[in-house]
């Protein structure tokens, strides 16, 4: 995000000396196509279940009910945070295949939750790895109590809340 906003501030840079050297039309359409290609869409689902086990166990409403709040988050901050539920890391580091997830999501942040592993990896901006252990441990922790909702919506709260600190 703030790598958008410095280059929506280059861009306008670049517009002024462009219209000060006499190419202000040119200068208005280079700011306004980098304007468009800096908008960020918003995901079709914030929340993808690889294993379909949490619509399986939990039912659709619960699935609803996250990517209600991730959409509403990116609504109010532009902040893409997306979880993505798989079986393994098939022996990966954690902290690698999130990120590399956060990457290929193009998202600003990324719940990774192993179910076969058992693990959970939280990395996003300005999250360090201290954050993101503890957010997933407490998710772990209600997951181990059957708190399945509180678990999801305490870590996206958590997330956020690392995110803006």
């Known amino acids: 995000m703030k790598k958008a906003v410095s280059m929506m501030i280059g861009a306008a840079g670049l517009s002024m000396a462009l219209a000060a050297c006499g190419g202000a039309e040119e200068a208005a359409e280079t700011s306004e196509e980098t304007a468009e290609a800096e908008e960020v869409v918003a995901p079709e689902e914030f929340i993808v ?49 999130a990120t590399a997830a956060m990457a290929e999501a193009g998202s600003d942040a990324m719940i990774y939750i192993a179910a076969g592993d058992q693990e959970i990896g939280v990395v996003g901006e300005g999250i360090d790895a201290d954050e993101g252990e503890q957010i997933a441990n407490n998710m772990a922790d209600a997951f181990d109590n059957e708190n399945f909702e509180g678990g999801f919506m305490d870590g996206i709260e958590a997330t956020a809340t690392a995110m803006a600190s």
């Open 49 to 97: 279940d690889r294993t379909g086990q949490l619509a399986q166990e939990l039912g659709d409403t619960m699935m609803e009910a996250i990517n209600v709040r991730l959409a509403a988050y990116f609504a109010e901050t532009g902040n893409n945070v997306q979880i993505l539920i798989v079986d393994t890391t098939e022996g990966e580091d954690m902290g690698t295949v």
